[in-house]
């Protein structure tokens, strides 16, 4: 691995990264982590070994070592109090907001880092199945299978938690 390529990387790439953390973790500190722990895997371990997008490479990478760091600090993402005053200011978001990200966090670590990465690229990153399965190297039937595992644990969350509500 040259040190320029991957200063290169970092120049290039750092702030997209860097922003895929914070929305992944929440809080500024938790991103500046991932964000290094990012570059030290890239490090580590070398460019990709396929031909593809660089930054979905990098995202895939940074969503991993996003999902890490929750499971080691054994916490949901939250957001900090500036963030909070900023969405009330702006008359964003609603109650349920909060009890949707803690859901998704509680089933994002519930899933095997395959289906999470799938999850995310597709629901949070916008890419089609199909980019998907060329951006990870899984097959098309396999994104699609990933995908209901998640939407299901997804859904028997935010029905439980619905459950739980009623009188």
Not at 12 to 24: E, F, I
Not at 32 to 44: G, H, K, P, S, Y
């Amino acid at each position: 691995m040259d040190d320029a390529w991957l200063a290169r990387l970092y120049e290039q790439y750092g702030y997209l990264v860097h922003r895929r953390c914070l929305q992944l973790v929440r809080r500024p500190e938790d991103a500046e982590d991932a964000l290094q722990e990012t570059f030290l895997r890239v490090r580590r371990y070398g460019p990709p070994r396929e031909e593809g997008s660089l930054l979905a490479w990098l995202y895939t990478v940074a969503a991993r070592c996003c999902f890490d760091l929750i499971e080691r600090r054994g916490r949901e993402p939250v957001a900090e109090q500036a963030q909070l005053a900023t969405l009330e200011t702006h008359g964003q978001g609603s109650p349920d907001d909060a009890d949707q990200r803690a859901l998704l966090g509680v089933a994002l670590r519930q899933l095997d880092g395959k289906t999470r990465t799938i999850g995310v690229l597709h629901f949070l990153d916008g890419y089609t199945q199909e980019e998907v399965a060329e951006q990870t190297g899984y097959s098309r039937r396999t994104v699609g299978k990933k995908l209901k595992l998640f939407e299901e644990r997804i859904r028997q969350l935010w029905q439980g938690h619905r459950t739980e509500e009623l009188p």
